[in-house]
């Protein structure tokens, strides 16, 4: 067997004022054929996966380009038109090839082009012709497409929300892969559209049941092979955004089309109960000055990195300022000016600076004042599960008491390590302030003695009934009250 493997993958918010080109992928990820590392990123697992595979096998494994950029706004056209026929081209040249094993994230958009994932996959198939198995593991905050459905023979999404399965889901894809080359299981997709757009995640009730209750599903019935929740991205304006529940399974297509209904009901029965309820600035650092037990993390949810945000919002550190509170510490402020600035000072200087709230309105305001440098470190990098997350050239700065993180490649709050390189105990501090919406919450609930999940200024469209899409599908839920008819009984 040769099978072809690659990964192109970036999150797009496209409210977010940030686009990205090719300096972007290549601050976070770019790895021609042969260079990538052996460690994943969250949607180049497919790639780490298949080397054991192949081994084991006795296959050849070809691997094409992979790539990733950190979430922002719209792709660059020519950069992700270079991007695609760079991996096209090694299609090509790998030809002919027995199967494409491809890692993606879903929710990319680029200028002209809504559906970039369904574009690549659309033109793959041209190349390789109908009979050649192609895959695809992804992310599930994405858009599941009709024209994605139409050229791959199936998909396997994370199932949690964070993400910590993304190399088992990519076991999984390579599993069914396996199985269909060596004439096991003919894989067959059905979808169910929810009719919705939520926020799912796995670490609390009513999520956590409902992932173990398809997990168990897979387990015990052989003809379903993979069970996936599209989570659907909030902030992805294109024509087909919403949750999706699909079903693969080996060639029952009907009972797959009645399990992905039967399981997108109970879905969207849900609705509105899944997002942890939060609270704004004042009230999160109330409760964070009046607790007993440290550290308290504050999340900053909505000026997420990881979500195409800019993440330079500075409104939690200015309420924090406000009240005199001199034992918190931020991570991060993404400034990569000010970052300069400090790097050109040096480790003890100090020096006035300006830094944050750059990017758009709603972020609060630039933080001025007399700050010292304490540790600047170059190519950064925290944990995030078994794979690294960099984020750049980052400054170390203390204003009036409180320890700050400049960082100049944008990034969500993984990991508590994102502190330490920084030369924080983060298990010392009283308040740790970091941003990210959910991914966080795998390692800072080790430490954290209380976790308080804060909306704080505007950065994200986070409110789907009041965001002003001008492409997204304006039946469903909660733009709409009952988009299945279910008081009808028409659903």
């Known amino acids: 067997m040769r099978i072809f493997t690659a990964a192109l993958a970036t999150e797009t918010n496209t409210f977010s004022p940030i686009c990205v080109d090719r300096r972007a992928f290549e601050a976070s990820l770019y790895a021609p054929p042969g260079q ?34 950190d979430p922002a706004g719209l792709v660059n056209r020519t950069t992700y038109e270079e991007l695609r026929d760079e991996i096209l081209d090694q299609l090509r040249a790998a030809m002919p090839v027995d199967a494409v094993v491809m890692g993606l994230h879903g ?35 994405s858009h599941l497409t009709a024209k994605r459905v139409a050229a791959l023979n199936f998909a396997v999404y994370f199932k949690e929300f964070p993400h910590t399965d993304f190399v088992d889901r990519a076991e999984d894809l390579w599993r069914i892969a396996v199985d269909t080359l060596e004439g096991r299981v003919e894989p067959r997709m059905s979808v169910f559209d929810c009719r919705m757009i939520d926020v799912f995640p796995t670490s609390r009730e009513p999520m956590r049941s409902f992932v173990d209750k398809i997990m168990r599903i897979e387990k015990d019935d052989p003809e379903i092979l993979s069970i996936s929740v599209i989570h659907g991205f909030m902030v992805g304006d294109v024509p087909e955004m919403g949750t999706k529940l699909l079903v693969v399974t080996d060639n029952k297509p009907e009972k797959g089309a009645a399990l992905a209904r039967e399981l997108g009901l109970e879905l969207f029965s849900k609705r509105g109960t899944f997002m942890v309820p939060q609270i704004d600035e004042k009230e999160a650092v109330s409760r964070a000055m009046a607790a007993t037990a440290w550290p308290v993390v504050i999340a900053d949810v909505w000026d997420n990195p990881g979500g195409g945000t800019a993440g330079d919002a500075t409104v939690i550190l200015a309420e ?22 400090c790097f050109a000072a040096g480790e003890g200087a100090e020096i006035p600076l300006r830094f944050g709230a750059k990017s758009a309105p709603g972020t609060g305001n630039p933080i001025d004042g007399t700050v010292k440098v304490v540790r600047l470190v170059r190519n950064a990098e925290m944990q995030f599960g078994e794979s690294l997350a960099p984020f750049g050239d980052a400054a170390h700065i203390v204003l009036g008491g409180i320890d700050i993180i400049l960082n100049s490649t944008r990034a969500q709050s993984f990991d508590p390590s994102l502190f330490s390189v920084m030369g924080i105990d983060p298990t010392k501090q009283k308040i740790l302030v970091i941003k990210s919406t959910n991914h966080f919450f795998a390692s800072f609930s080790k430490i954290a003695a209380e976790i308080l999940y804060c909306s704080a200024g505007t950065p994200y469209p986070n409110n789907p009934a009041t965001t002003p899409y001008r492409r997204a599908p304006k039946t469903i839920w909660p733009i709409v009250a009952d988009p299945h008819g279910l008081k009808r009984g028409a659903a």
């Open 36 to 69: 990538h590392p052996d460690t994943p990123t969250l949607c180049t697992a497919p790639i780490t996966v298949g080397r054991p595979v192949a081994r084991e096998k006795g296959w050849e494994l070809i691997e094409g380009t992979a790539t990733w950029a």
């Open 320 to 341: 924090l300022m406000a009240r005199g509170v001199t034992s918190a510490v931020i991570g991060t402020i993404w400034d990569p000016m000010a970052v300069q600035i």
């Open 107 to 141: 929710a990319m958009v680029a200028a002209g082009y809504e559906d970039t994932e369904g574009d690549l996959l659309s033109r793959m198939r041209d190349i390789v012709g109908p009979d050649v198995l192609i895959c695809a593991g992804l992310d599930p905050h």
